[in-house]
Structure formats: C-alpha cells, structure tokens
C-alpha cells in the first residue's frame, strides 16, 4: 500500500499558509504538518476555512513557543513557567486545526542543575498533557539528536523519551514525534521504533548531511547518510499508518547562516516534487530493505 504523506510548513519557509496548501494539495499529498508561525494573527477562521477546503488533514502542528526550557538558538521567554503558558496558548489555537500532534521539544538544561530542569520539565508536560486532553489533541514529545544536542533537550533517544513520560505519569495526552534527522544514529533505533511506534503522534522525514554545516542543514529523503529505507520499513513494520511528513530545513540566511545550495532557495513547488519524488524512491527502496 502507498504511504501517505504530508509536507510541513517550514519546507516552504516563504511561502504563506494559504499558498502552501494549494501547493501541496496541488501535489497530491495527504497531510499538511502546520507551523504556528504562518498564521496570521486574526486570521484563524479564515485560515481554517482554507484547510478544510484544501480536503488535506493535518499532520503534527509546531507552536510558536515549541518548548519548555528555552531554546538559545530561537530565543523566546527564558522563564520556563511563560513558556508553558505559551504553550497553553498554542495548543488553544491549533486545536481547531485537528493536528495529529503538537510538538514539543524540552528545551536545554545546559549550565544548570540537570534534576532541576529535568523537574521543570515533567512538571511541564503534566500541564500541557492535561491542556492537550481537554482539547483532544496529543502533545508529541521530540527527542533531538545526540549530535550538538545540548542546546536543544535533554531527551536523545525514543529511550530516554518514554522515560520522561513515565516520570510524567504517562499521561493519556503525552506522546512522542519520531524525526528520521534527529534519530537515525541513534544505536537502537529499529528496536526502538518496535518496541515504541504505538507512542508516536507525528514523523517527520528528512536526510542527515554529513558533514553537516549548522543544525539547519538537511537533506532531501536519500541524499544524506541516513539509511532512510531501513528506517521507513521499520515505522511500517511497527504498524505506523499515519503520514510521512517531509521536514526540510535549509538555512538560506533566515537563521544566521546562508548556506550554499540551500533548499529553501528552489522555488517551492520545485522543491515539493523533488522532497515526494525522493520520498518516493526511499519508499521504495524499503521494501525491498
């Protein structure tokens, strides 16, 4: 059976919520993953209208805040207790657009105490995890890459994810955001993916450039150095039948660094069909894996 699959909104980084899902459903894909920041302030209702006539359904949403600790490289408060309040906030917003879940990051603990923020941390995903309930949505938990991590969680793997559920209470609204880019190294993560994918709200899909040049250097599905095919028929196998939604970072200058050959350079629709197409052929690729 032909996976299903999605684009998020950062791919498109130029574009605006309206053009991309006229793009993407123009391409045929089944899902939209939704970033906060494309929408406009006031503009809720209109833009929800735009949705639903789109026929595309929502993959995982990113909020504005997308963190509980803060995240240096993306400012935002630095008190984690408003950044839960953001949070609140975003997961009021979105939960008209359905998302199948809303990403969430820890944020860094880095040169603090590491119980401290790991506490700041669960007493967080309780709050949002009770908000996420009342509203039907599921907060999705993204564990970030060990690599240059640091300034990002405190969770690297889907291991150390699930543990911070369970100190969390596992809680019904509590899940996890699986990103190929951000767990392909990761030693056990085929074990992981079998023994987790029932966690999971959301994938995001992109290819690890090695060597990388900044945390917004990804590839297009094959061009990197993760074994994407292997991954793929691993969340299949595991039972993952939600979309695949193709996450593509690739600093044209928006964050500090314009990288040569950015991806975020190609015209949008170009660069759609050549993310599905090498989607496409990695999907391929894993079945025969």
């Known amino acids: 059976m032909a996976p299903r699959t999605s684009v998020s909104e950062i791919t498109t980084l130029a574009s605006s919520f309206a ?34 006539a789109s026929g595309l359904e929502t993959a995982s949403a990113v909020p504005a805040v997308p963190s509980i600790l ?22 009021e ?25 790991r506490g700041v941390v669960v007493d967080g995903l309780r709050t949002l995890a009770r908000e996420a309930e009342r509203l039907g949505l599921t907060i999705a938990l993204e564990p970030y890459q060990q690599r240059d991590g640091e300034p990002w969680s405190i969770v690297h793997s889907l291991g150390d994810a699930v543990e911070l559920i369970l100190d969390a209470g596992d809680p019904p609204g509590l899940g996890i955001q699986f990103d190929t880019w951000h767990l392909w190294s990761s030693p056990t993560v085929l074990d992981d993916v079998a023994e987790h994918a029932g966690r999971f709200a959301g994938v995001h899909v992109a290819d690890y450039r090695e060597p990388t040049r900044s945390w917004a250097d990804r590839v297009l599905p094959g061009d990197g150095v993760a074994d994407l095919p292997r991954l793929l028929r691993a969340l299949d196998e595991a039972g993952w039948e939600g979309p695949y939604d193709l996450e593509l970072f690739s600093d044209d200058g928006t964050f500090g660094t314009a990288l040569e050959g950015s991806l975020w350079a190609i015209d949008p629709q170009q660069l759609v069909e050549q993310a ?6 990695c999907w391929e690729a894993s079945l025969v894996a």
Do not use: H
């Open 276 to 281: 599905l197409e090498s989607f496409r052929r």
């Open 93 to 117: 917003r979105l939960a008209p657009f359905r998302p199948s879940g809303v990403v969430c990051l820890t944020g860094t603990g880095a040169g603090g105490d590491a119980d401290a923020a």
């Open 19 to 52: 053009d991309d899902l006229r793009l993407y459903a123009d391409a045929g894909v089944d899902a939209v993953g939704i970033w906060e920041l494309k929408l406009v302030e006031g503009g809720d209702a209109a833009a929800l209208e735009l949705l639903q």
């Open 70 to 91: 803060p995240l240096p490289l993306l400012g935002g408060p630095t008190d984690p207790a408003e950044r839960v309040e953001a949070l609140c906030a975003s997961l």
